[in-house]
């Protein structure tokens, strides 16, 4: 009711006018008939602050109301009514009349930049980016003084129509001319699309400086850093987008995994917590949050976050990865199969998960497509270094162990130790030497020679297991091979989600 | 935390019908009797006109009828005489009307625009009608609509059989362009004291400020400030004879600073303001888009928050007892907020409709009196209670981060099921191995069967389409045929010797005729069959009805098709 009372107003408003407007006409009842009056011309845009106060308050209805009476008064050439009826279709979505009403304007008053800025504004929105770069160029002629919101969105147009080189020139000229954050994050995604990320750091680099207070910019320079591999500034930037804005999800996601990185999984858990707040459906965040647990030994939590990430994304191939590995740890090595598998479908060339599924296949007693498999990761290896080769070639040794398949497996032992030796500055990890060294004493008993039998220097490992324990032996190294991998996927991970 | 209320219903009056905007409210001491009263310009409803109400107490005081719709009202002194008494100052169209004493004191005429050459020349030379409307459309789309005399906008927004009558009726009046008020302000003129010297300022239509002399109500040239666009709020500072500022935004969200002869603009907002206060230092601007943003006076920005829902109003509450600033937000669902001045939410009124207008200030003896006016038209005043506390309520954001991480629970049969592979899991691979073979190995055996019996869909020739028609118990079967066999197109062959036969169970359908002869199918052309359907099932129970495409001496089907028939009407 009270909406009814207070949207008739307006119309009530004219009628009263004119009514008003009626006694003071000198002319007689020949005239009574027209509106126009010899003695007061009623301006036609006597009523445009009203539209205005109305449409900036968000009241439409009434808004419309007021503008469908000017239009009927005045034959519908009112600049501004049309004007705002355009941007009010706009909001409702419908494009193609508002674009209508804009042309309307346009005829009215064709010395008006900003009509034609909005023209070109409706047709960026319709897709019609070349008409858009059109139109902006004409309201730039109209206008004078260089604009930094015209070019800025010249760009835009341009950056649609993949057209870098012209993108990148005209958001030059917006900087030029005003300094906005818009157009940096812009130029950035043009080096990003030009697959620059050094450049984009040094774009985002400027923009920091102008607005240092900025949390969306220091949080993006932040994630190229990382992308970049320079953990350290990532992590300051990072940090002082926090500072700003304590609720930002994007740095606070890249900070968490960083934490990961360097196995802080508390304080990584805390943070993914926050972000939790605001976006709960991330199959990223859940996936992170799930190796977070692993890193923490949790593994039933770390296997009920993961399948929440498979349920959210279940094309993700490194969620599936993660959870093969998982079960791998769980010793459901048919499980685990199911999942690298699928993995695989996704990403065949990825030599880890190939490693991962001959592990797989390895316990599940069937030797022979085990050994397709490591060979298989180890020719992915030679493509594409993803896996640690010491790592990826001592699995294989030990899984032939394993089998009892000695002779071969003494083969492979050989070369892990000739991968060693070549590459000087290979850091080898404890476990990784702890099981090298069980198997080669497992193997000597067995009587197979070793290069490195003289040469303790190569290899060192403060105790070397009794051979007793070197067939259960095969269980820890594959935790070794995987933690890192599992990090890796994890920041990896964020990726898709933010950017 | 239980808050105590802060404000004291003074007067509310729900059938007052007033529509108005911010700018149209104030008060001032009219009588100069130390009780202030509340002007408020109402622009009018269809049976009342516009009218300028004034109140006091608890109730309208008088009214005046406005010659047409107010755009704003400014009380303000014009004189040194004594007693002090203020003058209202209205702002309409290109009028400013002054009422002293409640009656109409004079009327001020804002200065005309300068006419167009060339238009002058058309209006003073042209021959015949068509011909000046043919030369003012082409003046018009050069300089524009707004650049044109009032007459000639009017000549051409009218048909052609007006035109005539409207140069008849006109013929001897001058060519004017006139100026129209949009906003208005009061700016003290050499002292700075409530009582003292005020000269206005206006904001126009053709965006320009002027400020008026206080006597004379003519502009003063040197102040006059031209802009890019419409300016929309104003606001002054400081003393028109020693130095001042002017805060304005425009239609399209620009923030300008005037002084004296110069302008300058400080920034371009977002989306275009719907309200604004200066303060000393900083600006706050609400928004359009429902934020509201502190800048200080250098153009930086201070803080950002965003409100509930579409503000409509802003209006600044100034303590002075206290020594204290506030912003009152009047809020599209129909709250009041009070913000300090640091963005932190210290108190909300709410009303039942959305706000309209807001005001601050004394009225009647009371100098802390909001009074608000709602979209339905009632008018509430509400008196700040002595023992209100505008301490900011404590923020509870922090809270959030202490929520536990929700992880999904997994059931003792998970934990068993894990054991149970952990024990068998190479049994388990090898029984899903054996089963994937084996479903493999039925999938190629069946593809090749269907090869063998040339049932292959790739040498499916034929399609069929069916609908039901009918609500029972009697329905119509149609049956679509169309050949589309793998050389339809050009040089495609025809299909001869085809029959539809149906298939159904006696229990429930009956149909006739059962089986159909096709004609010779020439390709890309559907031929359409028809067969009636009796339900006899008692209950209506619905059943399938299988339709099989045969060709004449072969056994086997070309295909096979199933119509489940819908539940049947049944016949009592």
Known sequence: MDLDSNNSKPIETTAEVSSTVQPTNQTTVANLKSHHKKAELKHPSNRNWLIHLHYVRREFNTCKQIIFEELLRLNGQSEYANYILALIYRSEGKMQESLDKLQVCHELEPTNANTVRQIARSLFLLGRHKLAIDAYQKAQMLNEDSDAETHYNMGMCFLFMMDLDKAKEHMNLSLQSRVTHKAFEAMAQIAIAKNSIQEAIGIYEKAVRVFPENAEVLSNLGVLYMKAGRDDIAFSRLGSAIAFDPWNPKATVAVASMLQTYDDYDQALAKYKVVMQTMPDSASVWNNVGMCFFGKRKYVASISCLKRAYYLSPFDWKILHNLGLLHLHMQQYASAFHFLTASINLKPDQSHTFMLLAVAISHLDDVEYAKHAYEQAIRLNIQNITTDPVNLVLNYAVSLFNHKKFSESHQKLVEVYNIIENGSGVIIEEDSKEIYHRVKTALKLMEFVFPDDNDQDVITSGAVAPPAATIPGAQPRKRVTTQQSVDQQAIGNLDPDLV | ?572
């Not at chain 2, 907020?337 to 939410?345: I, V």
């Not at chain 2, 040339?454 to 679509?480: D, H, N």
């Open chain 2, 1 to 572: 935390m239980e808050r105590h209320e802060m404000w004291l219903d003074a007067f509310s009056d729900t059938q007052a019908t007033i529509y108005t905007f911010p700018n149209c409210v104030a008060t001032a001491d009219l009588a100069g009797d130390g009780d202030y009263r509340l002007i408020i310009a109402d622009i009018g409803t269809g049976t009342i006109p516009s009218k300028l109400k004034i109140y006091k107490g608890t109730g309208l005081q008088s009214e005046v009828t406005l010659q047409d719709v107010p755009t704003a009202v400014a009380p303000m002194f014009i004189d040194n005489d004594s007693p002090r008494l203020p003058v209202i100052t209205v702002g309409t169209s290109e009028y400013i009307y002054v009422y002293k004493n409640l009656r109409p004191f004079f009327r001020a005429v804002l200065p005309p625009l300068q006419i167009n050459s060339v238009e002058r020349d058309i209006w003073g030379q042209y021959d015949s009608e068509e011909t000046l409307f043919e030369l003012l459309k082409n003046l018009r789309s050069q300089i524009g609509m707004s650049a044109l005399t009032l007459k000639s906008q009017h000549l051409l927004t009218l048909p052609q059989h007006e035109r005539h009558s409207f140069l008849e009726a006109h013929k001897g009046t001058p060519l004017v362009r006139k100026n129209i008020v949009t906003c208005l302000s009061t700016l003290r003129k050499s002292h700075n004291e409530d009582d003292a010297l005020a000269c206005l300022v206006i904001g126009t239509e053709n965006c320009e400020i002027f400020v008026l002399h206080p006597e004379t109500f003519t502009p003063i040239d040197e102040a006059k400030l031209t802009l890019t666009d419409v300016p929309v709020f104003l606001s002054t500072a400081g003393l028109f004879d020693i130095d001042y500022t002017l805060t304005c935004t425009t239609r399209s969200g620009q923030l300008l600073i005037g002084r004296r002869g110069w302008v300058s603009p400080l920034l371009s907002l977002s989306k275009p303001p719907v309200g604004v206060v200066c303060l000393d230092t900083s600006i706050i601007v609400a928004l359009m888009d429902a934020t509201i943003n502190c800048y200080s006076d250098k153009g930086s920005r201070l803080w950002t928050i965003s409100a509930v829902s579409p503000i409509t109003c802003l209006h600044r509450v100034q303590l002075r007892q206290r020594n204290l600033e506030l912003v009152a937000v009047g809020l599209h669902n129909g709250h009041v907020s009070l913000y300090t001045l640091s963005g932190e939410c210290t108190d909300t009124i709410s009303f039942n409709e959305p706000i309209s207008a807001l005001y601050f200030g004394q009225y009647g003896r009371e100098c802390n009196s909001m009074v608000c006016v709602t979209q339905g038209g009632s008018l509430h005043v509400k008196i700040l209670k002595r023992s209100a506390d505008f301490t900011p309520e404590l923020k509870e954001k922090g809270a959030g981060a202490m929520t536990k991480l929700q992880i999904p629970k997994k059931t003792k049969l998970f934990v068993d099921q894990t054991m149970r592979e952990r024990e068998n899991s190479i049994v388990m691979h090898r029984a899903f191995q054996r089963d994937a073979f084996r479903m493999k190995l039925a999938t190629a055996r069946t593809l090749v069967h269907v090869l063998n019996t040339k049932q292959s869909p790739i040498q499916e020739s034929v399609k069929l389409s069916a609908e039901v028609l009918g609500l029972g118990p009697s329905f119509v079967v149609r049956i679509g045929v169309m050949n589309i066999g793998p050389k339809s197109g050009v040089g495609s062959t025809g299909i001869s010797d085809l029959a539809l036969f149906f298939h159904w169970n006696d229990k429930f359908y009956d149909v006739s005729p059962p089986i159909i002869h096709v004609p010779f199918l020439v390709p890309s052309v559907e031929v359409k069959f028809q067969a009636k359907v009796e339900s006899i099932n008692p209950n209506g129970l619905a059943d399938v009805i299988r339709v099989i495409v045969l060709r004449k001496k072969q056994a086997q089907p070309i295909l096979v098709a199933m119509i489940n028939m819908p539940p049947s009407e049944v016949v009592f």
